[in-house]
Nanobody, 124 residues
Framework: QVQLVESGGGLAQAGASLRLSCAAS????????VGWFRQAPGKEREFVVG????????YYVDSVKGRFTVSRDNARNTVYLQMNSLKPEDTAVYYC?????????????????WGQGTQVTVSS
């Protein structure tokens, strides 16, 4: 079993930056595909980014390309999401996910492991 705990959310103004962290325990994330999803109020959960277990392949949703960057630190068993140039439409609960599947397009399947989510609110 893998337990995931997100942190780093909060309130930011449009144009600002936030960095989310996802700390894993129970097992090493080294061989897992990892990613981030988000869910805005009244909307369905949305895929944001997926990263391969090697870290050499990523896939971003178009709306965050060039602004968000995913990274992983296997030594710390942690995944990060650097969010720059935030927009009000980025407001959502952000969830970290991990899967033993190797496909980085994580919206096409249900990852086995999820964090509890962290709220990001961007004001205009």
């Amino acid at each position: 079993q893998v337990q995931l705990v997100e942190s780093g959310g909060g309130l930011a103004q449009a144009g600002a930056s936030l960095r989310l962290s996802c700390a894993a325990s129970g097992r090493s994330l080294r061989t897992y595909t990892v990613g981030w999803f988000r869910q805005a109020p009244g909307k369905e959960r949305e895929f944001v980014v997926g990263m391969s277990w090697l870290g050499d392949t990523t896939y971003y949703v178009d709306s965050v390309k060039g602004r968000f960057t995913v990274s992983r630190d296997n030594a710390r068993n942690t995944v990060y999401l650097q969010m720059n140039s935030l927009k009000p439409e980025d407001t959502a609960v952000y969830y970290c996910a991990a899967s033993s599947r190797t496909y980085v397009r994580m919206w096409e399947y249900e990852p086995e492991y999820w964090g509890q989510g962290t709220q990001v609110t961007v004001s205009s």
